[in-house]
Each structure stands twice: as C-alpha cells, then as structure tokens.
C-alpha cells in the first residue's frame, strides 16, 4: 500500500506570510508517462473537499495563483505564497497510482 | 458540473447501504469520465472507497472490495454504491466526486456529501 504522510499536521501562518504543506509517499508516484500522480485539495470548514493541484503542480481552474505545487518521485510540497483568511482548513495530498489513498490532512490556520 | 448524494441517514448495524450520487454537467457516456466515491468520519481524514468509469471499468479501495458494489445508469446520470454489513465505524459523511480525466483519476468537483449514521 502507498502511504502518503504530511507535515507539519498543524500551521498556524499570519495573513500575508508564506505556508508550505509537504507530503512524502513511500512510494514512487511517478508514471511511466512522466506524469506525478499527486493532487491536492483543500477542505474548508464545513465544506466538501475542492481540488487545487493536480498531477503534480498543475493548478485547478479557478484556484489562485498564490496556490503552486512541486515535487517528483516521493516528496511534494504545496506552497502559498501569501496567506488569506480564505485559505483556512485542512489540506490533503492525495495518490492515484495505485489504488487511491490520502494523507492523514495538515491544519492551516490563522496565527 | 454538480453532484449531490441521496441516501439513508440512519442504518442498523449489519444493513446494506445504497448510495446513489446524480450529477449534471457531464455524462458517462464521454470517454475518460468518472465518478468516485470517498468517506469521511467525524472528525477525522478522507477515506477512497471506490470509483467508475465511462468504460464501465472499476476500482475499488482494498480494504472494502469485499463489501462494495459501483455502478453507473448514464440515462439518469447516477451512480450507485452500496456497502454491505454496516458497522458503526463506517459511520461517515459521504462524497461522490467528478473523476475528469479517467485513469489518472484524480478528483474534480464533489458533492455536499451525506452523513450516514449507523446506529443499534
């Protein structure tokens, strides 16, 4: 099974101050077809789950472009470059590889 | 594209689940398309269950592909899944998602989710 594991599980950033999410996989998550099956998504409170990064670094339509994705093989990292109040809830990274699964969620909140 | 999920709230211990998520802006019946099927419980993290594409191809998550069936009726644009001997910890809320580009799998928009309790 793929584990994928984030850090740190809880940030508190100030508005206006950069945030970076990290997810290590114990596995690969590079295809075949050069593409990194990572995604990302932010649940906010109260709210379904939304995507913004997938395979990777690509960013969702509509999502701001303060939000950026990197990484390849078994590390990522999803950075903001600047806080907003908005941007407040759980982040998860997740694979499709093989099988599905998502890491265990990273808390960012206001300082 | 919208999606909502329809179901009992409210199961007996050992009870099948039947889930049905109706969508619109998009039909299974366009290839690369998918559905997928995702958990959470109350307070904790998202959990993948199973999901469905265009083809008819299915995946499902190995710790439950025992108890999981996924189908989809493209004419009402629904998919179905159904869990079987519900247990208190398959007390969750619920999610269907739009899977865009099938086999890479990853999920677009999803719906507001539905809590299902399961209770003696």
């Known amino acids: 099974d793929i584990v994928l594991t984030q850090s740190p599980l809880s940030l508190p950033v100030s508005p206006g101050e950069p945030a970076s999410i990290s997810c290590r996989s114990n596995q690969n998550l590079r295809h075949s077809n050069a593409q990194e099956y990572l995604h990302w998504y932010l649940q906010k409170p109260g709210q379904s789950p939304q995507l913004l990064i997938y395979l990777g670094s690509h960013r969702a339509s509509g999502v701001p472009d303060r939000f950026s994705g990197s990484g390849t093989g078994t590390h990522f990292t999803l950075k903001i470059n600047r806080m907003e109040a908005e941007d407040v809830g759980v982040y998860y990274c997740m694979q499709s590889l093989d099988s599905i699964t998502f890491g265990q969620g990273t808390r960012l909140d206001i300082k | 594209i919208t999606l909502k999920e329809s179901g009992p709230t409210l199961l007996r211990p050992t009870q099948t689940l039947t889930l049905t998520c109706t969508f619109s802006g998009f039909s299974l019946n366009t290839t690369r398309m998918g559905v997928g099927w995702v958990r959470q419980p109350p307070g904790q993290a998202l959990e993948w269950l199973a999901l469905?594409?265009?083809?008819?191809?299915?995946r499902f998550s190995p710790s439950l592909e025992k108890r999981l069936t996924i189908t989809k009726d493209t004419s009402k644009n629904a998919v179905v899944i159904t869990m079987a001997n519900m247990d208190t910890a398959d007390t969750a809320t619920y999610y269907c998602a739009h899977i865009p580009l099938g086999l890479f799998d990853w999920f677009g928009p999803w719906g507001q989710g539905i809590l299902v309790t399961v209770s003696s």
């Open positions: 469905i594409h265009w083809d008819d191809s299915k």
